[in-house]
């Protein structure tokens, strides 16, 4: 059985975007960004929102570049070996490999999806993470957090109800980055 796990940088004050759309100040340096892609090789499908989908997509453009960073090259195929399923009720076709569309979010199907799993999955986008933290569907939660106020904007977390967490790890980075990972608890 695979766990979900949802992974976001954040603001201090807890947002993945500003008030304008824009999450440049999130952008990990090498370090926090070689955090993530451990994190990430235990992972064999992301979910993922259309924006956040859109977002990721030029990892594959960015896949077999020699040119980049050792950290960036290992993002990218790790990114490209990924299984992905997007959830959009816009979004037309995959300009991805390995990825499929779904037009809707099914609590039920994703958790039959975690019983079957060889491997853990990954939710991606706050607002589809959001979900699957309501529906309770979410095992575990890495959140990085920027040393940066910015606002406003969309949140990280949703609202929700009240769920308690187990802490599992945590880590400082040399940038002011501070990694935290928990469980989700049973309520």
């Known amino acids: 059985m695979g766990k979900l796990i949802y992974t976001a940088i954040m603001s201090l004050d807890g947002f993945v975007e500003d008030r304008d759309g ?3 100040w999130a952008m990990p340096d090498d370090e926090v960004h070689s955090c993530v892609n451990n994190l990430e090789l235990g992972i064999g499908t992301y979910l993922l929102g259309r924006r956040m989908y859109q977002t990721m997509a ?20 790790i990114w490209h070996g990924m299984d992905k399923i997007v959830y959009s ?3 037309d076709h995959a300009t991805t490999d390995r990825t499929r569309i779904e037009r809707v979010f099914d609590p039920q199907e994703v958790r039959q999806m975690k019983v079957h799993a060889a491997e853990n999955l990954s939710v991606g986008g706050a607002e589809l993470a959001g979900e699957a933290l309501r529906a309770g569907l979410v095992d575990e939660i890495h959140l990085f957090i920027s040393p940066v106020l910015v606002g406003g904007g969309k949140r990280a977390l949703p609202e929700m109800d009240a769920t308690t967490l187990e802490m ?5 980075f040399g940038n002011g980055v501070v990694h935290l990972h928990y ?4 309520p």
């Open 22 to 24: 824009k999450f440049d």
């Open 58 to 77: 030029v990892w594959d453009q960015i896949y077999g570049q020699t040119d980049l960073v050792k950290v960036m090259r290992d993002y990218a195929a």
């Open 89 to 91: 009720g816009t979004l």
């Open 168 to 172: 599992l790890g945590q880590q400082s």
């Open 183 to 186: 469980a989700v608890k049973e």
